[in-house]
DNA sequence: ATTATCTATAGATCTATAGATAATGC
DNA sequence: ATTATCTATAGATCTATAGATAATGC
């Protein structure tokens, strides 16, 4: 007899004989074509990966704890989604084309309105607090996201990876934008200060209450608008300082 | 017969049935004494740790992993470290108290010899300086080390708190020097300042290869000694920026 | 005599799938 | 008829420990 056999056995042992039918989930809403209510479940699973992946990472997360917390039978989650790398992808994908569509709109439009008079204030505003607007007021979902991209942004190899994928182009317009503000800086110098920039954002999106302890409560880890009213410009200081 | 059972009988059943007696690891060095050679083999499995962590996070690598790695057998890694959250302090509490007593060193140095003329500069550049060159320059252990520190500082919950536990001296520290050379400013703004400082330094520890691929290999991730040519500054002049 | 190393194993997972059954769709 | 859900299970781990054996220490 296998463990699982035995396992089984003795389960079934201290399992009342007179089992009900199998509970099959009811229709949440009866009103829900079948179309509706896949989609549901999917972003159902979604957001309680999100959530999970934030907060213990890609590895410290089962496919049961998923289920468990969308409230799923634990197959579904391989039913939804092949497997489980299927799975972080797609909850990675489903935000990043979001603030990776929103900031290069904002920098185009930015870079448009301001032809001739382009400034690093300005492009750092622009580039900072449309995705500060996003994880601040995007609700949970959305912040749980961000302490997920954090993570994933410090992970070398694949974290690295899907940062290239999703979000090169982005970065490279407010690079260059920066670079026309400011002409006469090396472009080495640009990439370097983008670097500190990324930095501070994703160690924000962590909001590891941190600052919070440190401060003794002066300052609080998801207070998005605090550093909303100071990065741009700090950031902006610390190129015009290195860029010359 | 249990699933355990059949697999080691299907494994004698393969191996050669006049196996030699067990082959112990021989002695590596007949002239170290039982304590060197512990000190050793407990210094192999945390540097093994060390590097495997920082690739893939406390729940991404199993102790097999470590005891393959440090050629060790597996059940010793349990016999020198009680279980796998001891091994994983021990690897993290080894380079934090060296760098933790380093730069608190350090600041009292600067704070002493400048006592009078404090300046952000200054301070930042002792701070920043002192973790530079040391992750820079102590070879591959360091940064295998703050690849896992950035790691661990950007997990919730039981990242953050073993950065407060190691780290909330010396920047308390720091802050207070930053906050006597700038009498003027708000305690939150710097501490937000720190912050973003923390942010930057954290994603350069990383070494993700991000920005060498972003700036076409203008940038190298482990090129310590350009971030330490330029941070200081970049920083400096964004409190001075925002404190006012 | 003490410490380090290895054998063997318990017990608990986990991921993924095949196949059965129930619910909806047309 | 098609899709969603559940049952049952294979097969592969993992962590941790008890107990045996070999190597060093005194």
Known sequence: MTIHAS?????????????RAP???????ASLSKAERRAETTEQILDEAEYLFSKHGLYGVTLKDVAKRADVHH???N???????????AVFERRAEVTRELRM???????TVNAGNLTVEGALHTFLDTDLDLYGSGGE???????LASQVANTPEWGAK????????????LVDIINRALPQASKVDIFWGYHFVSGALLLTLARTGRIDKLSDGLCRSDDFPAVKARMAD????GFKAVCK
Chains 1, 2 share one sequence.
């Open 162 to 173: 899907l940062m290239d994928k999703n979000f090169d182009p982005v970065v490279l317009k």
């Open 75 to 77: 197959t579904l989650v």
């Open 23 to 29: 509970a099959r989930k009811p229709a949440k809403e």
């Open 141 to 147: 979902g959305w912040r749980n996201y961000g302490a």
């Open 234 to 237: 700090f950031m902006a200081a």
């Open 7 to 19: 396992i089984a056995a003795a389960h079934a042992a201290t399992s009342p004989k007179t089992r």
């Open 105 to 111: 709109k904002a920098l185009e439009e930015y870079e």
């Open 79 to 89: 039913y939804y989604f092949k497997d489980k790398d299927t799975l972080f992808n």
